[in-house]
Every structure is written in C-alpha cells, then in structure tokens.
C-alpha cells in the first residue's frame, strides 16, 4: 500500500513555515532519531500538517537499506558569479503548514526545541498565500500542476518506495522593480502566460525561452511532470518564492534545471532568472509514513 505523508497533498492551509537544519557536530543516530521522534510526535492544531525530509547522507546513516534509487544531494547548476543555483544541501527539511501563524510558530518552536543540540538552524522562512494563489510577480502559480490526486501522486512519488517523495527546495529572491520595468506583455512573455486570465501563450506568441516553454519537457513520449507547492515569502526589503516541489524521480528536477539555465545544449536559458536569484538549493527525501513509523516511530 501507498502511503505518503500527508501533508504533501494538502493544499487549502495559507500559512507555511520551512525550516532547514544541519547536524550538529556528534550528532549520533540514535540521538538524532530521537529528536526527530520528539518533533513528530508534538501535538498539531486541526489542520495544520508536518511533512519531513532528509537529505543523502543523513538518510542513509538513520536508515540503512531505505534509501530509495538515485537519491544524491543537489548540485550546484552553472557558473558561480554568472546566473546559477547554488548547492546549500543539508540535513533535515521541515514543512509545516497550517490555518495560522502562530500554530506554525508554537510547532517550530517545539521542533527546535527537540532537537536541541543534535541539529542547528539554518534556514527558517515563512511562506503566505499571495491574492490567491499568485506568486509576487503577480502571476498565478501552480496552474500546470497534474490536477487530480492519482496525477499527483504519479508526478510525486517514486516508484516501489510505499509513498516516498524526492524533493527540491530553491530559495529565489526577486527583482521585482526590474520585473515590473517590463510591460505586461513582455512580463507574460517572460512567464508564458497571460497575466490576469492565467491563459498559456500559444504558437509563435509563446517564446522558447519563456519560464513555461523550459520548464514543460517531455522526454521520449513522457511528460516529465513534477508537483510544485511554493509559497511566497519575505518582507519589504527582501522577498521571493520558497520553490518546493516533488518529483518521482531527481532526473525531471535536473533536467527543468539545466533547461533554465542555459545548460541543455539548446543555446536557451529562462528569461525568468534574469529577475530573481536562486539562493539557495537542496534535494530532500520524504519518506512515506510507513519508513517513518520504522525509523522513527511515529509518522508524519
Ligand atoms: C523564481 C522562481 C519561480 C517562479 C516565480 C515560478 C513561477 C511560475 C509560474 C508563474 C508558472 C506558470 C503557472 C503554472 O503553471 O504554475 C510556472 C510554471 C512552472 N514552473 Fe515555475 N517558477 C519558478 C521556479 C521554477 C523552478 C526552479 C522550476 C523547476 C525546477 C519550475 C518549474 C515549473 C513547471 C514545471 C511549471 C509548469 C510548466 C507547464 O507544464 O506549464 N519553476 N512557474
């Protein structure tokens, strides 16, 4: 039986926290199985979900013979000082997601607390719901997602894993003075969408290398379909996307991530990475519930 964290397909609750840690130096696995089991096992509010991810090596020492095929840390993608994403993999990745902030927080917070001395922070971001479900540019985001929860799951959810998910998170920081420079025909032909219908561009109105056009790939007759649960996130002075998405298999994620950045030996890159950074990047796994109850204890 398929049995995926939950959280993953979730989609109503607006408040988004991720959180990032690495292992602490003597971090054992014992311990660190320990504190995981801690953090899972606090009390949620109705509604509110956690989903968690390991990366590579973290997997592999707390769950020997669990790793699924293919699972490897995410790369760095381009040349460091020109456009490119940078490799910031580390341990653990929490996604809690829920009907208020504050729920969020007291999660966080007792998460932290659990792992107190077995890992340490190093990313906390907090993502909202943007007029609907638009990202900062303005344009809706997620539309191209598979619709329903069998198409779901097949973009997400690697093959014999019982409901394991590879992940990846990117950190983008927008330019959005020089987004907004652009008219609102240059910025749909940027994305490949209309910007208040939400309609894809078609034929020669849709450039090849608009954000759609790099990013809808098919190889040999399969739609390399990945499933995306971003959230936009900042303040004033510094805001962007929190891009998450799951994919069945890393390839689909190189493959779109080579495409935006100028790397698939077709001479295109994505105009959209001309208006906001990638600062950070790693892949994750999302074990299924039943590999956490194994692990852990207790599931997501
Ligand atoms: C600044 C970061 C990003 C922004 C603001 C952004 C925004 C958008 C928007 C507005 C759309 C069109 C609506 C939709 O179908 O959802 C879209 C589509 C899409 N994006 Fe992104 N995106 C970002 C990064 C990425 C990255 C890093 C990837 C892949 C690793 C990606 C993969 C996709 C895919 C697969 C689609 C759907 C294409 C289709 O089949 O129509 N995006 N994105």
Same mark, same amino acid.
């Given at each position: 039986?398929?049995?995926?964290?939950?959280?993953?397909?979730?989609?109503?609750?607006?408040?988004?926290?991720?959180?990032?840690?690495?292992?602490?130096?003597?971090?054992?696995?014992?311990?660190?199985?320990?504190?995981?089991?801690?953090?899972?096992?606090?009390?949620?509010?109705?509604?509110?979900?956690?989903?968690?991810?390991?990366?590579?090596?973290?997997?592999?020492?707390?769950? =020997?013979?669990?790793?699924? $095929?293919?699972?490897?840390? !995410?790369?760095? @993608?381009? $040349? &460091?000082?020109?456009?490119?994403?940078? #490799?910031?993999?580390?341990?653990?990745?929490?996604?809690?997601?829920? =009907?208020?902030?504050?729920?969020?927080?007291?999660?966080?917070?007792? @998460?932290?607390?659990?792992?107190?001395?077995?890992? $340490? +922070?190093?990313?906390?971001?907090?993502? !909202?719901?943007?007029?609907?479900?638009?990202?900062?540019?303005?344009?809706?985001?997620?539309?191209?997602?598979?619709?329903?929860?069998?198409?779901? #799951?097949?973009?997400?959810?690697?093959?014999?894993?019982?409901?394991?998910?590879?992940?990846?998170?990117?950190?983008?920081?927008?330019?959005?003075?020089?987004?907004?420079?652009?008219?609102?025909?240059?910025?749909?032909?940027?994305?490949?969408?209309?910007?208040?219908?939400? @309609?894809?561009?078609?034929?020669?109105?849709? =450039?090849?290398?608009?954000?759609?056009?790099?990013?809808?790939?098919?190889?040999?007759?399969?739609?390399?379909? @990945?499933?995306?649960?971003?959230? =936009?996130?900042? &303040?004033?002075?510094?805001?962007?996307?929190? !891009?998450?998405?799951? #994919?069945?298999? +890393?390839?689909?994620?190189?493959?779109?991530?080579?495409?935006?950045?100028?790397?698939?030996?077709?001479?295109?890159?994505?105009?959209?990475?001309?208006?906001?950074?990638?600062?950070?990047?790693?892949?994750?796994?999302?074990?299924?519930?039943?590999?956490?109850?194994?692990?852990?204890?207790?599931?997501?």
């Amino acid at each position: 039986m398929t049995a995926p964290q939950e959280g993953i397909f979730v989609e109503e609750p607006p408040c988004n926290t991720f959180l990032e840690y690495d292992l602490s130096p003597g971090g054992e696995p014992a311990r660190v199985r320990a504190a995981v089991a801690a953090g899972l096992g606090l009390a949620r509010q109705d509604g509110q979900h956690l989903v968690v991810g390991f990366g590579d090596a973290l997997w592999r020492r707390l769950a =020997p013979g669990r790793a699924p $095929e293919g699972l490897r840390s !995410f790369a760095a @993608i381009g $040349e &460091t000082g020109g456009q490119h994403a940078p #490799a910031t993999q580390r341990d653990i990745w929490y996604w809690l997601q829920g =009907p208020c902030p504050d729920a969020n927080f007291d999660l966080a917070l007792g @998460i932290d607390r659990a792992l107190r001395g077995v890992a $340490e +922070l190093k990313l906390e971001t907090s993502g !909202f719901k943007y007029h609907g479900d638009r990202d900062l540019i303005g344009f809706v985001d997620g539309t191209g997602n598979p619709k329903d929860r069998e198409a779901k #799951a097949a973009a997400a959810l690697i093959p014999g894993a019982g409901g394991g998910a590879f992940v990846v998170t990117q950190q983008w920081v927008h330019d959005l003075p020089s987004f907004e420079a652009l008219d609102v025909g240059e910025q749909e032909a940027v994305v490949g969408r209309t910007k208040v219908e939400d @309609i894809e561009l078609e034929g020669p109105a849709m =450039p090849a290398d608009s954000h759609v056009s790099r990013t809808d790939v098919s190889e040999d007759g399969v739609a390399m379909k @990945i499933y995306r649960r971003s959230a =936009p996130y900042g &303040t004033v002075r510094e805001h962007g996307l929190y !891009f998450v998405a799951f #994919a069945c298999d +890393l390839h689909r994620f190189d493959i779109q991530l080579k495409r935006m950045y100028g790397l698939a030996g077709d001479g295109l890159s994505d105009r959209l990475i001309d208006f906001s950074r990638a600062v950070t990047g790693a892949y994750w796994f999302a074990p299924s519930d039943a590999d956490l109850a194994a692990v852990f204890g207790t599931t997501g």
